[in-house]
C-alpha cells in the first residue's frame, strides 16, 4: 500500500491490492460501482441503500465490498455515501473507440453545465485532461449532492475523481 | 443595503444551505449604524460588516476576536446596552441595540435595578434537561415519550447544538439517519420537540447553578433569574474547543474550527477568504470543506501527527481539490497588524520539536484551530459529582455509569460533555439517560415498560457497536474507565 494515511489519497495499485476493481469485461459491460472506502469506519448507508444487495459488509466498521456481478450501477449508494467516496465507472464504446465515463458525486458551486468541457482533476488535485459533462443530475434532486456523469479519455478512468474550472462551455465557447 | 454592507461577507449562493435572511434590522457599533438580520446574533452582524476586534484584553490591552461562537470562551465580551461582559455571539440582535468593544474587565452597569426583571420565575418538570443539542433534544423526546414533563433549557437563541451547523451527510447506521445531514436530522427533532406538549423550552436561559433538591438557578437574556426544579437533571452542556500555544494565538482571526463554521453555516457569514487549518482530524478536515463549500480558499492543512487524523475518506474529499496536508508540520506563530495576515509553519521532529529551517510562511487571513474539545463539566463539578480526568474522554467529565447517571443520585450526563464522541452517540445516550431517568421515577408502567425496556437494551448495544473498530477505542476505553471509576466510587454494580 501507498502513504495513503500521510497523503490523503489511494492509488490505482492500492485499490487493486483491496480488490476494489472490477475486471475489465465488467468495465465494458455497464457502469458499475467502485467503492474507494478502504478503512473501518463506522457507516453503512451504502450497504442499506443498495437494492440489489451488491454491498457486501459483515460489521458496520467493515469496509463495504461491492460484488460487481451483482452491481447494476444504478448509483442508490453514491447518492448517499457521506464519504463521497463511491464512484460509477464504465468502459463505454463510442464509434470504434472506448471512451471512460465517470460519475462522481459534487457538491460545489457552480454545477457544471451538460456538454460543458472542464479540468479533469485526479486525486491528489492535479489536472490530468479534459472531461465533457454528459449528465447532471441536479443537486436539489439529492438533497445537495449533485451526480456528475464525464467522459474522458479511456485511459484515465481509474484516474480521474474530480472536476476543475469550465474550459469551454456547452456551445463551445471558451470561458 | 445600508453603506455599511459595502464589503459584506454575506453568502448569497451555497450548494447546500439556503439562507432565508429576516427582517432588516439596524444596531449601533460605536454611534455607526450596521445592518443585522433578525434572528442572528450581534457577533454575527458586526462580522458581516467587517468587525473583527470585539474586546481587548484586561492588562496589555491585545485586541480579541471571536474564538468559539457559540457562548463557551468570553473572547467575544461586549458593552451591550449598557451592560459589559454580554457574549456577543450567543446574544440576539436587537432593533437600535448599542453595542461597544468591551476594554479589559468592564465596568459594572450604571442602569438601575428597575430595568431588570426582578420576580424569579419558578419552574418545575419532572426532568430538567440543560443543554439542547442532540443529546438534550433527544432525551427530550424520550422522556416526553414515557410520560415525563420536561423542560429544556439552552443559552443559545436557538436549539440544536452543534447539530445545526453541520451541512455533510452523517456517518454512522442508517437506522439512524447515516447519510442524511446533519441540518436535516437538528431540524427533525427540533421540530418534534416544539411540537411535543409535555416539553416547555426555555431559550437565551443559562444555567449557572445547581443546588440540592434538583435546583437549577438560570439567568434569561442576562437580566431574569429563574428558578428551575426538576425530580431528575440532564446536563447535556456540550463540549468546547481547545486553543493552541503559540505566538499570536489571540489575534482577531484565530478561531476555532467550530466557530468558523457557526458563522457561515448558521449565519451565512464568510468567516474569511483564505482560511490555514491546524489539524487533521474530522473536524478540521470537514469544516475545511465546508469552507470551500462557502467560496473560502483552504490554503493549507497542517497536523502535528506523523499521519492524517480525520477518517480517510473525509480527507481524500479535500485532496482532490488539490488542498495540501502538512503532517509533521505545526503552526509556529500568527502575524499581522491587529488581525491574522498570515502564519509561519514549521516542520516537526520525531520528538515534536521544530527543526530550525524547515520555516515557510502561508498567507492567510483566518486560521482555523481544530486541536480537540474538551467537555464542559463546570455545571457538574459544581453540583458535587465526581470528576475525574479520562484522557479518552478529551478531558474532565462527571464520573457516570453505563445508564448515564453520576455519581450524585438522580443527575445525569450525555453527549459530549460526558465525553467527546459524536452526534449519533450522543443522540443514543440521550435517550438511554431518560429511560434511566423515567425508571427511577417508577414510569412509565406496564406493556409500556417493556418497550421502554427493550429499547434501553438495543440503544446500549447500538452504543457498542458504534464505539467497535479503531476510531472508536477511545470512546470504548474511555467509557469502561468511567464505569469502572463510578463502581468504585458508589460501591454500586452496574
Ligand atoms: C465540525 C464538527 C463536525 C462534526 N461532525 C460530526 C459527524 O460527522 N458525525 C457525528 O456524529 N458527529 C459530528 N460532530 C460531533 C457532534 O456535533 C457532537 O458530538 C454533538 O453535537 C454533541 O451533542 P451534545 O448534545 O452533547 O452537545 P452540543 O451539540 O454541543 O449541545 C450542547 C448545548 O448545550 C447548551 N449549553 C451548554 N451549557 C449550557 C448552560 N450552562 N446553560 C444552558 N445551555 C447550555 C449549548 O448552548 C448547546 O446548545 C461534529 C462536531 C463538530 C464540531
Ligand atoms: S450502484 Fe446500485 S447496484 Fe451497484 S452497489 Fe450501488 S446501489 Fe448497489
Ligand atoms: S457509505 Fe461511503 S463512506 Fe460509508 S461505508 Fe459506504 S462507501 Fe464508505
Ligand atoms: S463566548 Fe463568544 S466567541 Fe467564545
Not at chain 1, 460484488?67 to 464504446?93: A, E, H, N, S, W
Not at chain 2, 454575506?10 to 450596521?34: A, M, N, Q, S, V
Not at chain 2, 467575544?76 to 476594554?103: A, H, Y
Not at chain 2, 448515564?404 to 440521550?430: K, N
Amino acid at each position: 500500500m501507498s502513504d495513503w494515511q500521510t497523503e490523503g489519497y489511494l492509488t490505482v495499485d492500492d485499490l487493486k491490492e483491496k480488490g476494489n476493481i472490477p475486471p475489465e469485461e465488467r468495465l465494458r459491460k455497464a457502469p458499475v460501482a467502485i467503492t474507494e472506502c478502504i478503512q473501518e469506519i463506522p457507516c453503512n448507508p451504502c450497504k442499506a441503500a443498495c437494492p440489489f444487495d451488491a454491498i457486501l459488509m459483515e460489521t458496520i466498521t467493515a469496509p463495504p465490498k461491492v460484488d460487481f456481478d451483482k452491481c447494476t450501477g444504478c448509483t442508490m449508494c453514491m447518492r448517499v455515501c457521506p464519504g463521497l467516496t463511491i464512484f460509477m465507472v464504465y468502459l463505454r464504446k463510442k464509434g470504434g473507440e472506448e471512451v471512460g465515463e465517470i460519475t462522481i458525486p459534487y457538491e460545489l458551486l457552480p454545477v457544471p453545465e451538460k456538454m460543458s468541457v472542464v479540468e479533469a482533476i485526479n486525486r491528489r488535485g492535479e489536472i490530468v485532461g479534459e472531461a465533457v459533462i454528459t449528465r447532471v443530475f441536479p443537486p436539489e434532486k439529492n438533497s445537495g449532492t449533485a451526480l456528475i456523469t464525464m467522459e474522458v479519455p479511456a485511459e484515465l478512468l481509474m484516474e480521474v475523481r474530480s472536476i476543475g474550472r469550465v474550459i469551454r462551455g456547452p456551445e463551445g465557447v471558451s470561458r | 443595503m445600508s453603506e455599511n454592507d459595502i464589503g459584506t461577507s454575506r453568502i448569497d449562493r451555497h450548494p447546500i444551505l439556503e439562507f432565508h435572511r429576516r427582517k432588516e434590522l439596524t444596531i449601533y457599533y460605536h454611534g455607526r449604524p450596521i445592518l443585522a438580520y433578525e434572528g442572528e446574533t450581534v457577533a454575527s452582524a458586526l462580522y458581516a460588516a467587517g468587525v473583527r476586534t470585539f474586546s481587548y484584553s484586561p492588562g496589555l490591552d491585545r485586541p480579541r476576536g471571536l474564538f468559539c461562537a457559540i457562548g463557551k470562551c468570553a473572547s467575544c465580551v461586549m458593552n451591550i446596552d449598557g451592560i459589559s461582559n454580554v457574549r456577543s455571539c450567543i446574544t440576539p440582535v436587537r432593533n437600535g441595540m448599542i453595542v461597544e468593544e468591551q476594554k479589559g474587565a468592564g465596568t459594572f452597569p450604571e442602569t438601575t435595578v428597575g430595568d431588570y426583571e426582578t420576580a424569579s420565575p419558578e419552574l418545575e418538570a419532572d426532568m430538567v434537561i440543560i443543554g439542547g443539542g442532540p443529546a438534550g433534544l433527544s432525551a427530550a423526546l424520550e422522556a416526553a415519550d414515557l410520560g415525563m414533563s420536561v423542560l429544556l433549557l439552552d443559552e443559545n437563541h436557538q436549539l440544536g447544538g452543534q447539530l445545526i451547523k453541520q451541512t455533510h451527510r452523517f456517518f454512522g447506521s442508517k437506522e439512524h439517519d447515516a447519510g442524511v445531514r446533519g441540518v436535516t436530522i437538528a431540524k427533525s427533532m427540533i421540530e418534534k420537540v416544539e411540537a411535543s406538549d409535555k416539553v416547555s423550552v426555555l431559550l437565551g436561559t443559562t444555567a449557572f447553578g445547581y443546588y440540592p433538591g434538583g435546583v437549577i438557578a438560570a439567568v434569561k437574556e442576562n437580566k431574569q433569574l429563574v428558578k428551575i426544579t426538576g425530580k431528575r437533571v440532564l446536563l447535556a452542556t456540550g463540549a468546547a474547543e481547545n486553543s493552541l500555544a503559540f505566538e499570536n494565538n489571540d489575534l482577531p482571526g484565530v478561531y476555532g474550527a467550530g466557530a468558523a463554521q457557526t458563522l457561515m453555516n448558521v449565519y451565512g457569514v464568510k468567516p474569511g477568504d483564505e482560511v490555514l487549518m491546524v489539524g487533521s482530524g474530522n473536524v478540521g478536515v470537514i469544516v475545511s470543506y465546508q469552507l470551500m463549500q462557502a467560496g473560502v480558499r483552504i490554503k493549507a492543512i497542517v497536523e502535528a501527527m506523523p499521519k492524517i487524523g480525520a477518517y480517510f475518506v473525509h480527507a481524500a474529499k479535500i485532496r482532490r481539490f488539490g488542498v495540501p496536508i502538512y503532517v509533521g508540520h505545526s503552526i509556529k506563530r500568527a502575524f499581522g497588524n491587529g488581525k491574522v495576515e498570515g502564519a509561519t509553519i514549521v516542520k516537526l521532529d520525531d520528538k515534536w520539536q521544530p527543526v530550525p529551517g524547515t520555516e515557510f510562511d502561508v498567507k492567510c487571513d483566518v486560521i482555523c484551530l481544530s486541536v480537540g474539545l474538551h467537555p464542559s463539566y463546570e455545571l457538574m463539578a459544581q453540583a458535587g459529582c465526581a470528576i475525574k480526568f479520562i484522557p479518552e474522554l478529551s478531558g474532565h467529565v462527571a464520573v457516570h455509569n453505563r445508564n448515564l447517571e453520576t455519581t450524585v443520585p438522580g443527575i445525569y450526563v450525555a453527549g459530549d460533555s460526558s465525553g467527546v464522541e459524536e452526534a449519533s452517540i450522543a443522540m443514543m445516550e440521550g435517550k438511554v439517560a431518560a429511560i434511566s431517568a423515567a425508571f427511577s421515577l417508577g414510569k412509565p408502567v406496564g406493556e409500556k415498560r417493556k418497550e421502554a425496556d427493550q429499547m434501553l437494551e438495543h440503544t446500549q448495544k447500538q452504543l457498542e457497536s458504534l464505539r467497535d473498530g479503531p476510531f472508536g477505542a477511545r470512546g470504548r476505553n474511555g467509557k469502561r474507565k468511567s464505569f469502572e471509576l463510578y463502581e468504585q466510587l458508589t460501591g454500586a454494580r452496574v
